[in-house]
């Protein structure tokens, strides 16, 4: 026997039954995206190295040691696997011109790549959702984009507040920032000594990074740093207030933290995050702004916008932690066909009831033909199945079939119709 191969490291297969959660949770936030009036927007997991190193920055832990960048063999091209999907959006918003009609409200599920060191809730190939409002200066629609995700987490039965809860900011305008940069740098370079090899690195070219440092040995020197906050004017206060006051009008709570800020450099404004106290430093599940500079500098029309991505792993993580799981599903029914010979009956029947909107699971033969109809009613109590369908060669030969209720034990046996699977097919159907 051949040695077997294994998936790569990081990156994980999601297999029943915890792909049901998977399932349940992207029914949630599609139904959630309509609700909001948010479209599914679908791009390439590859896409040019140059639009994320333009886009989130050259000196961005993602671009500079997180990427899977390759040049294609072919014909030389520089790519990289996403590692997010906002510059994705952009781009393609605006190839296409979208925005030519108006602000776009955009949503997307999928996979996402960065080469980290794989761990609880860290992952190579990961899963995001995420929502991007284009075109829109805010600040109502941040409000609306936070509202959605605490919207979501309700849905989910999670609890604002003690599962999860907001941090917000204000990263102001690149002017105010050049400015709080400058002071930045004075503070830091008074503490060099105090600094480690990443934040020497940044000090010129990003010092701002620095405060995203995850070194706890910086931490007391990042909370003593000059705070952006002191540096905004009163256009992006009055924009960070307003989103203040719809949030508190909706009345949802929320933490100021004056040194929140993103692991991208296109965000502006508005910055929060949704974290958890129950991921260790994993802890960051769902985290957004505003980048009302992306689109032209990825040579756009210029144009405003704000959005937000979720970890799915860690989010599904988190309701594991609550003890919440995806509703049990089991099929309505499970077809007992106890002879080869009345299996096109059963099956046309099953057909008909599927298309009634019955799930059945069909009980299959194996190399060893269908068994003995024992051990296919142990498979048809194992499925969970509320009901048994039995195909018994004297029922079919009498044009009926016989329906066992599996789960309740008062209840009778009794037969129906097989040319009238429709008509039936409601008492099988769970509510
Ligand atoms: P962290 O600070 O934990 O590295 P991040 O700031 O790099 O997170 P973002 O780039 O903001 O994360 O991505 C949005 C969300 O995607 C994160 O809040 C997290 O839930 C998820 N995420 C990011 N990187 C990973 C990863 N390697 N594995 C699993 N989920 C991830
Ligand atoms: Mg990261």
């Known amino acids: 026997m051949s040695d077997t191969i294994q998936a790569v490291k990081g990156m994980n297969d999601i297999l029943p039954p915890e792909s049901a959660t998977w399932d349940w949770f992207e029914g949630l936030v599609r139904s959630l995206m309509k609700r909001h009036g948010y479209l599914g927007v679908r791009t390439p997991i590859v896409e040019p190295t140059a639009l994320f190193v333009r886009g989130l920055g050259e000196v961005t832990d993602i671009v500079e040691k997180e990427m899977y960048s390759f040049v294609d063999s072919m014909n030389g091209d520089r790519l990289s696997l996403r590692p997010e999907n906002t510059a994705g959006v952009v781009r393609a918003v605006t190839e296409h ?3 030519r009609d108006g602000g776009k409200r955009l949503y997307y599920i999928g996979p996402m790549f960065r080469h980290e060191r794989p761990q609880k809730g860290r992952y190579r190939q990961f899963h995001q959702v995420g929502a991007e409002a284009l075109g829109f200066a805010g600040p109502d629609v941040d409000a609306e984009l936070i509202l959605m995700c605490r919207m979501l987490w309700r849905e989910l039965g999670l609890v604002e507040g003690r599962d999860l809860r907001l941090e917000l900011n204000s990263l102001g305008q690149p002017e105010e920032r050049r400015a709080h940069r400058e002071a930045l740098i004075a503070h830091f370079e008074a503490h060099a000594e105090l600094l480690d090899e990443d934040a020497r690195r940044r000090l010129h070219s990003n010092p701002l990074r620095i405060l995203d440092t995850k070194n706890p040995a910086m931490r007391a020197l990042v909370e003593a740093a ?9 256009e992006s206060l009055a924009h960070f207030n307003a989103v203040c006051a719809a949030l508190d009008a909706a009345g949802l709570t929320y933490r100021i933290n004056p040194r929140l800020v993103r692991g991208m ?14 991921l260790g430093s994993q802890g960051t599940v769902c985290g957004g702004g505003r980048y009302d500079t992306l689109i032209e500098q990825l040579g ?3 144009a405003p916008a704000v959005g937000w991505g979720l970890g799915i792993e860690r989010l599904l993580l988190l ?17 007992v066909v106890p002879s080869p010979a009345t299996m096109p009956i059963a099956l046309r029947t099953l057909d008909a009831l599927r298309a009634a909107g019955v799930s059945v699971l ?3 033969a194996g190399r060893d033909g269908l068994g003995s109809m024992k051990s296919q009613f142990k498979r048809a109590d194992a499925s969970g199945a509320r009901h048994a369908l039995i195909f018994g060669d004297e029922e079919v030969a009498r044009g009926e079939v016989a329906v066992k209720p599996l789960r309740e034990a008062s209840a009778a046996q009794h037969t129906r119709v097989l040319s009238d699977a429709a008509l039936w097919a409601d008492e099988l159907r769970t509510a």
């Open 226 to 234: 000059p705070q952006l906050m002191n540096f905004l004017g009163a």
């Open 97 to 99: 011109s979208l925005l």
């Open 319 to 335: 309701l594991q932690e609550a003890g919440i799981g995806a509703p049990a599903v089991a099929p309505d029914a499970y077809a």
């Open 362 to 364: 069909m009980h299959a």
């Open 300 to 302: 756009g029309k210029p």
């Open 265 to 278: 450099d296109y965000y502006n404004l508005t910055v929060f995050e949704w974290v958890t106290e129950r």
